[in-house]
């Protein structure tokens, strides 16, 4: 089992930035990538970015390219979201997590935290 706890979200506004953290434990040595989703009211929850554990490739939604940077620190087995430049549709809850397969790229993810809000005012 993982166990992921997120932190950072808030209220911004429009064209700020804010950082989140994932910090995991457990049994984290297994990992293969990590990633952050976010779900608005009323919508679908959808794929924002993720990082392979080991080699550190990363992956963006064309909604935030340039916008937000995923990062990670191996040591602390935290993932973080760098997001810059935010908007009022950036406004959701962002989840973050972890999958243990190589299909990182496949949005299908075996744990989850619980959420942190993020919202940004107009």
């Known amino acids: 089992q993982v166990q992921l706890v997120e932190s950072g979200g808030g209220l911004v506004q429009a064209g700020g930035s804010l950082r989140l953290s994932c910090v995991a434990s457990?049994?984290?040595?297994?990992?293969?990538?990590r990633a952050w989703f976010r779900q608005a009211p009323g919508k679908e929850r959808e794929f924002v970015a993720a990082?392979?554990?080991?080699?550190?490739?990363?992956n963006y939604a064309d909604s935030v390219k340039g916008r937000f940077t995923i990062s990670r620190d191996n040591a602390k087995n935290t993932v973080y979201l760098q997001m810059n430049s935010l908007k009022p549709e950036d406004t959701a809850v962002y989840y973050c997590?972890?999958?243990?397969?190589?299909?990182?790229?496949?949005?299908?993810?075996?744990?989850w935290g619980q959420g942190t809000q993020v919202t940004v005012s107009s």
């Open positions: 990082i392979t554990w080991s080699l550190g490739r990363t």
């Open positions: 457990g049994r984290t040595f297994s990992t293969y990538a």
């Open positions: 997590a972890a999958v243990m397969s190589t299909q990182w790229l496949s949005k299908s993810y075996d744990y």
